[in-house]
T-cell receptor
Framework: DADVTQTPRNRITKTGKRIMLECSQT?????MYWYRQDPGLGLRLIYY???????NKGEISDGYSVSRQAQAKFSLSLESAIPNQTALYFC?????????????FGEGSRLTVL | AQSVTQPDIHITVSEGASLELRCNYS??????LFWYVQSPGQGLQLLLK??????LVQGIKGFEAEFKRSQSSFNLRKPSVHWSDAAEYFC???????????FGTGTSLTVIP
């Protein structure tokens, strides 16, 4: 099983619908991240969390919210999806205390908003 | 402001040829530097990283990268490319405080027989 698991892997939805992308990890890492990948734009940080009580906005947080339900779980929500939120979304984790800097990624969730 | 530039959007090389992917960064202090690879339909996997010390770092799959502070560069190299190296490659910079990582826009590599 993957260390960082994202569900769903693919989702097609309509404008205005609420969508939740879920991420769970078995690496025991404190830090979790949500990134968005768009062609030609690379990865951009949406939100990150350093522990259950710590949530921080990234560079493109507008239109998104997150919930850190437990150390192992970090969910991304789109309250009212719009077409320009069509993208590939990645969850990632990193070790907090040792701060090795390495990110471990899930396989991605492809979201299409019609 | 922190930024990472990968000047080459797409590169095509022949199998067995050498490869160099360019990465330039802008950062206020000495950063952590990374190269990640993304195979089709997959997440990103770390190829190598530079924290300090020897400026030439070795990674997995035969890749290496050299940190040149004077040029603010961290170029990725491989002496002989294999067909399985076809993928998208991302350069990233991270704060030593570990708060955020900044990614380049990626370079797509095609390998022809």
């Amino acid at each position: 099983d993957a260390d960082v698991t994202q569900t769903p892997r693919n989702r097609i939805t309509k404008t205005g619908k609420r969508i939740m992308l879920e991420c769970s990890q078995t690496k025991g890492h404190d830090r979790m991240y949500w990134y968005r990948q768009d062609p030609g734009l690379g990865l951009r940080l949406i939100y990150y969390s350093f522990d259950v009580k710590d949530i921080n906005k990234g560079e493109i947080s507008d239109g998104y919210s997150v919930s850190r339900q437990a150390q192992a779980k970090f969910s991304l929500s789109l309250e009212s999806a719009i077409p320009n939120q069509t993208a590939l979304y990645f969850c990632a984790t990193s070790e907090g205390r040792l701060n090795t800097g390495e990110l471990f990624f899930g396989e991605g969730s492809r979201l299409t908003v019609l | 402001a922190q930024s990472v530039t990968q000047p080459d959007i797409h590169i095509t090389v022949s199998e067995g040829a050498s490869l160099e992917l360019r990465c330039n960064y802008s950062y206020g202090a000495t950063p952590y530097l990374f190269w990640y690879v993304q195979s089709p339909g997959q997440g990103l996997q770390l190829l190598l990283k530079y924290f300090s010390g020897d400026t030439l770092v070795q990674g997995i799959k035969g890749f290496e990268a050299e940190f040149k502070r004077s040029q603010s560069s961290f170029n990725l190299r491989k002496p002989s490319v294999h067909w399985s190296d076809a993928a998208e490659y991302f350069c990233a910079v991270g704060a030593r405080a570990g708060n955020q990582f900044y990614f380049g826009t990626g370079t797509s590599l095609t390998v022809i027989p």
